[in-house]
Antibody
Framework: QVQLRESGPGLVKPSGTLSLTCAVSGASISSHNWWAWVRQSPGKGLEWIGE???????LYNPSLKGRVSISVDKSNDHFSLKLYSVTAADTALYFC??????????????WGQGTLVTVSS | SYALTQPPSVSVAPGKTATITCGED??????VHWYQQKPGQAPVVVIY???DRPSGIPERFSGSNSGNTATLTISRVEAGDEADYFC???????????FGGGTKLTVL
């Protein structure tokens, strides 16, 4: 059974960098799947941040205007998110998820439980 | 920002049928997935590839996709179906994953 778990600081200062890691268990991150980050602002909908293939090829949401970077660590079966120059608008529940089936047209399953990140001084 | 169009809320009596729509021009040319999210929980897929249902999801959940609208139908609605529902596609023209704004299903 594949499980994902997010970890990282719950509080980030404005203009700082948000850094999160997603640990994958029950499967190898080197499998032929994409791995995604999604966030949800309090009381709002889901926003796709980006996703990465084990080769390191990454795709990002254009709305984040180049502030985002996703990397993969195949030796430790985890992938990471960095979001730079954060503001209060980046306060959200951050989820990681696997893209089921090969290719990016697949659905997200499973998801991690999510981790809340607050941007505040 | 780019998002698929969903009604903010749908209300239905127990035992009746709930219909949640997801709109975009020519959405039938895309593959639609549907997620259920209950308070305090991560989303869970209930329909993938327009019409397929994962194991463990009741047969009461079904999906369709035609023209400009994809639809999630929940038959014989139960109190436990009360949740937020999101549709999602992959937009190959811009290489990005797009979600609908979400629909809150209330069971009366």
């Amino acid at each position: 059974q594949v499980q994902l778990r997010e970890s990282g600081p719950g509080l980030v200062k404005p203009s700082g960098t948000l850094s999160l890691t997603c640990a994958v268990s029950g499967a190898s991150i080197s499998s032929h799947n994409w791995w995604a980050w999604v966030r949800q602002s309090p009381g709002k909908g889901l926003e796709w941040i980006g996703e990465i293939y084990p080769s390191g090829n990454a795709l990002y949401n254009p709305s984040l205007k180049g502030r985002v970077s996703i990397s993969v660590d195949k030796s430790n079966d985890h992938f990471s998110l960095k979001l730079y120059s954060v503001t209060a608008a980046d306060t959200a529940l951050y989820f990681c998820a696997r893209v089921a089936s090969s290719g990016t047209v697949g659905w997200l399953d499973p998801w991690g439980q999510g981790t809340l990140v607050t941007v505040s001084s | 920002s780019y998002a698929l169009t969903q009604p903010p809320s749908v209300s239905v009596a127990p035992g009746k049928t709930a219909t949640i729509t997801c709109g975009e021009d020519n959405i039938a040319t895309k593959t639609v997935h549907w997620y259920q999210q209950k308070p305090g929980q991560a989303p869970v897929v209930v329909i993938y590839y327009d019409t397929d249902r994962p194991s463990g999801i009741p047969e009461r959940f079904s999906g369709s996709n035609s023209g400009n609208t994809a639809t999630l139908t929940i038959s014989r609605v139960e109190a436990g179906d009360e949740a937020d529902y999101f549709c999602q596609v992959w937009d190959s023209s811009s290489d990005r994953r797009v979600f609908g704004g979400g629909t809150k299903l209330t069971v009366l």
